[in-house]
T-cell receptor, first 114, second 108 residues
Framework: DAEITQSPRHKITETGRQVTLACHQT?????MFWYRQDLGHGLRLIHY???????NKGEVSDGYSVSRSNTEDLPLTLESAASSQTSVYFC?????????????FGEGSRLTVL | AQRVTQPEKLLSVFKGAPVELKCNYS??????LFWYVQYSRQRLQLLLR??SRESIKGFTADLNKGETSFHLKKPFAQEEDSAMYYC??????????FGTGTRLQVFP
């Protein structure tokens, strides 16, 4: 079955290290998104992509980067992890130009920065 | 700027009681609103969208443009409704801004 998967599911790292969270979807969706989920803030958009070679900043993009070299993957990189980036990260995807508002979410990646 | 507000962090009710999860929004354009739900140990998933005017799992939500609200309602709560609920506003192609979420606890 087509799906969206994230890895690793849990990660502990130290301040200053580079971390990459992987997101892979097999639906052939053009749209992909990264959100972080924090208590009191809900889900906040970090970066998004509407297709290969397209990347855009969301509302909380500082300290994060993404790349889209193919349709299936949108890896999220923390260049130099900070304790403020301890969070649960969700990847999501949707059909191209659907405008339906239906995002399909991964299971989440819990990142702890010590 | 667009914003979604869910004033309640936690809502606790007993089984069979009515439920209303509040959502207010701020948006200058024509709003498209959604409710997403995250059950324990499951993925976040779409519950319903206002444009469909549908009832899913007994839940309904009506868009009130005058009050800029999109409250989620269910007449008789069930224990399996216990979950985290997020209201979301679409402001660009599938770009959603989410509220802070309301945890619904339904006691037996």
């Amino acid at each position: 079955d087509a799906e969206i998967t994230q890895s690793p599911r849990h990660k502990i790292t130290e301040t200053g290290r580079q971390v990459t969270l992987a997101c892979h979807q097999t639906w052939n969706h053009n749209n992909m998104f990264w959100y972080r989920q924090d208590l009191g803030h809900g889900l906040r958009l970090i970066h998004y992509s509407y297709g290969v070679q397209d990347t855009n900043k969301g509302e909380v993009s500082d300290g994060y980067s993404v790349s889209r070299s193919n349709t299936e993957d949108l890896p999220l990189t923390l260049e130099s992890a900070a304790s403020s980036q301890t969070s649960v990260y969700f990847c999501a995807s949707s059909f191209q130009t659907s405008g339906s508002g239906e995002l399909f979410f991964g299971e989440g990646s819990r990142l702890t920065v010590l | 700027a667009q914003r979604v507000t869910q004033p309640e962090k936690l809502l606790s009710v007993f089984k069979g009681a009515p439920v209303e999860l509040k959502c207010n929004y701020s948006y200058s354009g024509s709003p498209e609103l959604f409710w997403y739900v995250q059950y324990s140990r499951q993925r976040l998933q779409l519950l319903l969208r206002h444009i469909s005017r549908e009832s899913i799992k007994g839940f309904t939500a009506d868009l009130n443009k005058g009050e800029t609200s999109f409250h989620l309602k269910k007449p008789f709560a069930q224990e399996e409704d216990s979950a985290m609920y997020y209201c979301a506003l679409q402001y660009n192609t599938d770009k959603l801004i989410f509220g802070t979420g309301t945890r619904l606890q339904v006691f037996p």
